[in-house]
């Protein structure tokens, strides 16, 4: 995985063609976080952060952060059913 090249050949065309995929696409902008990518190469942390702008022009925001290779659970891995668990954490957040 590592060597394959980012970008939108790692999905299959049928997927990319998808017109709800391409409404939600267009919703979407990705900006880059120069302090993120600081944490990231000088202290092997993680960490990203979510917006989303509602059409009530409320904002919505939630910053995760995983230092190094650990989450703060201290867990190496998520069992499927802590990953949700943080999925409806993420939801009932906003």
Do not use: C, H, W
């Not at 050949?9 to 063609?17: E, F, G, S, W």
């Not at 409404?23 to 979510?50: G, H, I, N, P, Y």
């Not at 989450?71 to 939801?91: A, C, E, Y």
Request: charged share 35%; no cysteine.
């Amino acid at each position: 995985m590592l060597r394959e090249p980012l970008g939108p050949d790692l999905y299959p065309k049928q997927k990319r063609d998808d017109p709800a995929f391409l409404r939600l696409l267009a919703k979407v902008e990705v900006v880059a976080d120069e302090e993120a990518d600081r944490l990231f190469f000088e202290e092997q942390r993680l960490r990203q952060t979510v917006e989303i702008a509602l059409a009530d022009g409320s904002l919505l925001q939630r910053e995760l952060e995983f230092p190094g290779d650990k989450p703060r659970t201290g867990s190496r891995r998520s069992s499927r059913s802590s990953t949700t668990s943080t999925r409806q954490n993420f939801r009932n957040d906003f």
